[in-house]
């Protein structure tokens, strides 16, 4: 198996989710360069969210390898 740091959002209260979001991911390399995150139940959650906190976490983040988010209608996947 692959280590992977597992985090559950849905309480994010910030007018930027996507940025919100982008520190969730980057706290979570401090455990794994391989994140998941549930982002079911997140008011405002979207694709699109995802996929901006995602790329912008990618490029400040060297460490870190891949990021799956499950959001409500979602499975998004990007790997290094």
Do not use: M, P, W, Y
């Given at each position: 198996?692959?280590?992977?740091?597992?985090?559950?959002?849905?309480?994010?209260t910030?007018?930027?989710?996507?940025?919100?979001?982008?520190k969730?991911?980057?706290?979570?390399?401090?455990?794994?360069?391989?994140?998941?995150?549930?982002?079911?139940g997140?008011a405002?959650?979207?694709?699109?969210?995802?996929?901006?906190?995602?790329?912008?976490a990618?490029?400040?983040?060297s460490?870190?390898?891949?990021?799956?988010?499950?959001?409500?209608g979602?499975?998004?996947?990007k790997?290094?």
């Amino acid at each position: 198996g692959v280590l992977t740091e597992f985090k559950a959002v849905s309480t994010l209260t910030s007018k930027d989710l996507s940025n919100a979001l982008k520190k969730r991911i980057i706290e979570g390399v401090g455990q794994s360069g391989n994140i998941l995150i549930d982002f079911r139940g997140q008011a405002g959650g979207t694709l699109e969210i995802a996929q901006s906190a995602v790329e912008r976490a990618f490029g400040s983040n060297s460490n870190l390898q891949s990021v799956r988010i499950i959001g409500d209608g979602f499975d998004f996947s990007k790997t290094r």
